[in-house]
């Protein structure tokens, strides 16, 4: 009856190009007058002088053909034959690679351009669209090194050494001091030999970037810089203060504060990121004429990077403004964090989990959200998934052993369902509202019409969770409520639900409840964050208070 929902493993050992027996299917047809847009995946670590070879596409969308040329000797094997140099004539359904000597530098990134002749019509000499490939060539080979900098030291600024970089260097970052924004472009590390970015405590207190590059505002940023470190730093005070435009980064035990975007994942030339024991606090909103600014705003490359993944656990968000994290990643994991909106009127979704921008969704993204606190303390706006009328999402999505927190004038829905989706699973989660039981709940509202849902009709499990407020299951925009799931909602399955009336918001006794309950998974919960103490201000009707940043101590 349901799809089966397969976890992917997140860790950083996933290859960076994908196998050489595959090809994708990419549509390079037209919308809106313009070719959708398309690339090879990069190619990192290469061999300066190295033969080169790209990956496969399998291209559609072309009539009646186009011819591909290039300007830079790259060679081209259509349907698995011989290279051979272009221009080169493509019919839809064609397969291509691309072969190219590496050019003879250390730490090269060069991207070069394939141009698409034909409008589909009569005119076949017209470029009208290009298809981009990148090349990075390993760094230079040497013994590792670690390079301190700091007000003591020789080098007083990162800008100071980045460029003598290779792979496998450490930089140690003297803590109690504040340094320079900086932007970072194309120095890479290897998966076996990232480069590692670590903050040293001094008296106690973290190194800080503060303030934004002159040109683009910027506290850090990596762009064409692959396989680094970031740990134990502080970064405040930029308008973005995390631009991420590189792939498999790790974040670990970051605070970032003050920032317009906290984080910002780019739609082009991003890959997996991977975020543990971040504190991210007074980030997001609207500025006057500008656009909206994000706690979290995760993307990924389709096509330069595909199978990317942005997971981020065991981290505490809270006090930001716009959405608390909103990704359009191939696939997000979201495991053990606390997560909260606030009752500012510029605070929109604890979650908003939706497709790409920058290109059309081809393969199902997809969602997986385990062992959260998901605090809602607006009265609005709880989680939304599938789009937000740009792209979609088209994939599964599952919310599974989450306790939901909602203050006691709650009057929205808490998940939202907009664009397209395949499947939403909402099993083994605990709802807790404060007004207990004296007014119902809407937990879906889905704005999807029956048509744009994967299979045609909403494919929906809610199961195993426990409310302690009545609830309405599911409200759809066509019918209004819907209780009897038959006809197109015959997919939707509720079942194995609870209510239960009763006083431990205020007792202290929640703790040991979520554990019975749920029996979680220690790997995914951060026992520190569901102590009973941080329920007791959020919904202790005396007290009425949220966790202060100071309470949650990391390790």
Same mark, same amino acid.
């Given at each position: 009856m349901f799809l089966s929902y397969q976890s992917v493993s997140s860790d950083m050992t996933i290859s960076f190009s994908p196998s050489d027996e595959t090809c994708r299917t990419v549509d390079i047809g037209f919308k809106w007058e313009k070719r959708k847009r398309a690339a090879f995946a990069t190619s990192l670590a290469q061999q300066p002088s190295s033969l080169v070879q790209s990956n496969c596409l399998l291209f559609t969308g072309i009539s009646p053909f186009i011819t591909l040329n290039n300007e830079s000797n790259i060679e081209i094997s259509i349907n698995g034959g011989d290279y051979i140099p272009m221009p080169a004539i493509i019919f839809s359904g064609n397969t291509v690679r691309l072969r190219k000597s590496a050019r003879n530098r250390f730490g090269d990134n060069k991207i070069y351009s394939i141009y698409i002749l034909g409008d589909g019509k009569s005119n076949h000499s017209i470029q009208t669209g290009r298809i981009e490939w990148t090349i990075q060539t390993h760094g230079i080979y040497r013994e590792k090194k670690i390079w301190n900098v700091g007000p003591n030291e020789p080098a007083k600024q990162l800008k100071d050494i980045t460029n003598l970089l290779a792979p496998g260097d450490e930089i140690h970052l003297m803590g109690d001091a504040i340094y320079d924004p900086i932007d970072i472009r194309g120095i890479s590390g290897t998966r076996a030999l990232p480069i590692t970015l670590k903050g040293i405590s001094k008296n106690g207190k973290r190194p800080t970037l503060r303030g934004g590059t002159e040109r683009f505002n910027w506290t850090l940023a990596l762009r064409d810089s692959h396989f680094w470190h970031i740990d134990n730093i502080i970064l405040e005070r930029g308008g973005t203060c995390y631009r991420h435009e590189s792939a498999y980064i790790k974040l670990s035990k970051v605070l970032i504060r003050h920032c317009g975007n906290g984080i910002l994942g780019t739609d082009y030339n991003s890959g997996t990121l991977h975020i543990s024991q971040l504190e991210l606090t007074r980030s997001g909103g609207k500025p006057e004429k500008k656009n909206w600014r994000h706690g979290i705003y995760m993307a990924t490359d389709r096509d330069r990077f595909p199978e990317s993944i942005f997971t981020i656990e065991k981290s505490f968000l809270h006090n930001n403004k716009g959405n608390v994290i909103k990704s359009r990643a191939e696939r997000t994991e979201v495991y053990g964090n606390w997560l909260e909106n606030t009752t500012n009127?510029?605070?929109? #979704?604890?979650?908003?989990?939706? /497709? #790409?921008? /920058? #290109?059309?969704?081809?393969?199902?993204? @997809?969602?997986? %959200?385990? /062992?959260?606190?998901?605090?809602? @303390?607006?009265? $609005? #706006? /709880? %989680?939304?998934?599938?789009?937000?009328?740009t792209g979609s999402s088209n994939g599964p999505s599952r919310f599974s052993e989450n306790i939901f927190l909602m203050p006691k004038y709650f009057n929205g829905y808490v998940f939202r369902l907009l664009g397209h989706l395949q499947f939403l699973d909402i099993t083994n989660n605990i709802f807790l509202t404060q007004n207990q039981g004296r007014k119902s709940i809407t937990?879906? $509202?889905d704005y999807i019409p029956s048509a744009q849902w994967y299979y045609q009709m909403p494919h929906i499990r809610v199961s195993g969770n426990t409310f302690t407020s009545n609830v309405n299951f599911y409200y759809s925009e066509e019918s209004g409520k819907v209780s009897n799931y038959e006809g197109i909602y015959k997919y939707i399955d509720v079942n194995n639900n609870e209510t239960l009336q009763l006083d431990f918001l205020t007792n202290g006794s929640i703790h @040991?409840?979520?554990?019975? $309950?749920? @029996?979680l998974k220690k790997a995914y919960i951060n026992t520190k964050v569901t102590h009973p103490k941080f329920f007791e201000k959020l919904y202790n009707p005396k007290l009425n208070k949220r966790p202060h940043a100071g309470d949650i101590p990391f390790q």
């Open positions: 009127q510029q605070s929109i #979704y604890a979650l908003e989990l939706i /497709g #790409y921008d /920058g #290109y059309e969704t081809l393969e199902p993204i @997809n969602h997986d %959200v385990v /062992g959260n606190v998901i605090a809602i @303390n607006s009265i $609005k #706006y /709880g %989680v939304r998934v599938g789009g937000d009328g937990l879906i $509202k @040991n409840i979520i554990f019975e $309950k749920l @029996n």
